[in-house]
């Protein structure tokens, strides 16, 4: 067995698409991944972050500030989807107790 770690996730199909990283604390941002490593630090270029609500900060806003050139560190790094291909969909399990 050799001392070489791979990543669990294959992310060279996402390689120059965009994608959404959600990160440890509630931040999350949208870009383009340029390049990751086998630690899952990733590289998003165009990136652009939404604002959390300032009443709830679990709560994302539409509210959204453009950062640019990127590095996400892999040890924030919770959660890595494509953004092509997703749609938002109400939450089955919320209840409206009115």
Known sequence: MSG???TVLDLAKFI???VQVKLTGGRQ???TLKGYDQLLNLVLDEAIEFLRDQDDPLKTTDQ????GLIVCRGTAVMLVAPTDGTDEIPNPFQT???
Not at 64 to 67: D, Q
């Open 29 to 31: 941002v949208t870009g």
């Open 16 to 18: 120059d698409k965009g």
């Open 4 to 6: 070489r770690k791979e």
């Open 96 to 98: 409206d107790a009115a």
């Open 64 to 67: 959204t500030r453009p950062l």
